[in-house]
């Protein structure tokens, strides 16, 4: 069963052609964030534009790359949210119109559901029960994931999410949007023990997070030391990035093992953007191993938006169908609330 996956909830426009929910037959991801960097974020309404411009030539090219027509498509998949409203509004209307024009099933998939997915797309999967992090600009989420479609939150951010801290932390420093990659690549050159930065949290009995008080502690430690010296590549200012990365890193692993713990998991899967920090995939699979966990982490092409991801979801949802109707719209915030255990 071919699937056609559409993305397009935040600053990615991307289709892609997926087939059975496991095999990649084409991922196109066009990305704005050239655009959006000029103002240090996201802008939401120059977002929607992008995508009205964007996903004809984008669906076009992932129909082409997989060697298929829309005559061999059997379903349409497209986020239909969490994200930005205006964004969200192209790609799932988009995808409305191609589903009844074709006369196709159309599955509304949820954004965070399907970063999780984008774990099936990997020759090795992580096996049910595991316990699954979607860590990006928006969330910082844990679930268990008993099987297909079965996701019960157990933990999430009070406050900033995890990406959404890499972001800031980075525009503190002067350093480029997204602040992910940049922090990243500063951290190498620095000592993550040399600044202590806090881990919020840690001693609760909970999976949830807190990160505005980390990300508070690097404003202070760099108002404190507002001479960072002559390079800013490495000494302060790299021993800034490491120690604030490592604290994240620290916050997330050791949450991450305890859930994993408490439901008798041996399997952990991270998705989303933040996943493509190495340095936290290294380090956590260390960490895990010690308990003989296994962790899961996505290629970079899928750890940050796209749509292979989307019409994985999409392909079990049609499966079961739960399908949408031509009349259903988006939305901006979670939807259905899922119980917390
Ligand atoms: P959501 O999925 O919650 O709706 P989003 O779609 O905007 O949010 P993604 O595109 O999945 O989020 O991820 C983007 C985030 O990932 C940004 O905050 C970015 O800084 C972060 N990120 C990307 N690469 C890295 C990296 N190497 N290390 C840390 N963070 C990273
Ligand atoms: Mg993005
Ligand atoms: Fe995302």
Not at 172 to 178: E, I, Q, V
Request: aromatic fraction near 6%; hydrophobic fraction near 45%.
């Amino acid at each position: 069963m071919l699937i056609l996956g559409i993305e397009s909830s935040c600053d990615e426009t991307a289709a892609a052609v997926v087939e059975d929910g496991v095999r990649t037959r084409s991922s196109v991801v066009s990305s704005q964030v050239s655009t959006h960097a000029i103002y240090g974020g996201v802008v939401p309404e120059l977002a929607s534009r992008m995508h009205i411009e964007a996903i004809d030539p984008v669906v076009d090219q992932a129909l082409a790359q997989a060697g298929v027509s829309l005559d061999d498509i059997d379903g349409i998949a497209a986020t239909q949210g969490p994200g930005l409203i205006g964004a969200l509004l192209v790609g799932f209307s988009y995808a409305r119109a191609l589903a009844w024009a074709r006369n196709l099933p159309l599955a509304g998939v949820n954004h965070l559901e399907a970063h999780i997915c984008s774990l099936q797309l990997l020759d090795h999967r992580p096996s049910f029960p595991f316990i699954a992090l979607v860590v990006s600009g928006g969330h910082t989420n844990i679930y268990l994931v008993k099987g297909p479609g079965a996701f019960t939150l157990m933990g999430q951010t009070r406050d900033d999410a995890a990406g959404e801290a890499f972001d800031k932390v980075a525009k503190m420093m002067g350093l480029s949007y997204p602040g992910g990659p940049a922090i990243e690549a500063l951290a190498k050159n620095g000592d993550p023990e040399k600044i202590k930065f806090p881990r919020s949290m840690l001693k609760k009995d909970n999976f949830d997070f807190s990160f505005s008080g980390l990300k508070s502690a690097v404003a202070r430690h760099l108002h404190e030391h507002p001479d960072m010296g002559p390079d800013m590549s490495q000494g302060r200012p790299a021993h800034v990035a490491a120690g604030f990365q490592m604290a994240v890193i620290d916050v997330l692993s050791t949450k991450l093992i305890a859930a994993a713990k408490n439901k008798n998991c041996f399997d952990i899967g991270i998705a989303g953007g933040v996943s493509a920090n190495r340095t936290f995939v290294d380090i956590l699979s260390k960490r895990a191993e010690r308990y003989k966990m296994k962790v899961f982490s996505p290629p970079l092409s899928l750890c940050g938006d796209n749509a292979a991801m989307i019409a994985a979801r999409g392909w079990e949802m049609i499966r079961d169908n739960q399908v949408c109707g031509l009349g259903d719209d988006v939305y901006s915030r979670i939807k259905s609330v899922v119980p917390i255990v």
